[in-house]
């Protein structure tokens, strides 16, 4: 079951790569005001969300730099940024790092129990592999919104040019 989990991280993984990669980045900045963010806020909330998840359960060391937490953690937003951020191709970096990293875990880490649980609103964890696939559901919501808002923002763009 644990292979499963690996896999399926992979998967979604690579779902959200060829996802981001097909975007213009000049369409990363555009923030519709029916959504909380912009699309580079949601891709860059992606890859931190995946490390710090990772490093909760397993020994997993984040290689992402400070400021990714400042940007992408949750309740920040891009109106508050006051450094530049991340560029599409650095997103893209990370992610696809990420995908290498996913695809190097051990199975068996995830039928560890965490040595307390982990308590996220009405969410209860004990085990490694249940925040992982947590992380996992949390990246497609993610990714259903990044589609939306590719949507939104070309349908508005359209409309602009009428």
């Known amino acids: 079951m644990s292979q499963n989990i690996i896999h399926t991280a992979v998967s979604v993984r690579q779902i959200a790569l060829q996802q981001v990669q097909a975007i213009p ?5 555009v923030h519709p005001q029916a959504f909380a963010n912009t699309i580079r806020w949601n891709v860059g909330h992606l890859v931190f969300s995946l490390d710090y998840f990772l490093s909760l359960c ?3 060391h984040s290689n992402l730099p400070q400021a990714y937490a400042t940007f992408f953690h949750t309740g920040t937003k891009p109106a508050d940024w006051t450094l530049a951020p991340p560029t599409k191709a650095e997103l893209i970096q990370y992610m696809t790092g990420q995908l290498e990293r996913l695809g190097q875990l051990a199975p068996e880490q995830f039928d560890q129990s965490l040595p307390s649980p982990i308590e ?10 249940e925040v ?7 990246e497609a919501m993610h990714l259903g919104t990044i589609s939306s808002l590719v949507k939104v923002i070309q349908h508005e763009l359209a409309d602009s040019m009428k």
């Open 58 to 60: 397993l020994p997993f």
């Open 25 to 29: 980045e000049e369409l990363f900045d």
């Open 132 to 138: 992982v696939n947590f992380a996992l559901v949390h």
């Open 120 to 129: 996220m609103g009405p969410l209860r964890f004990e085990f490694a592999g």
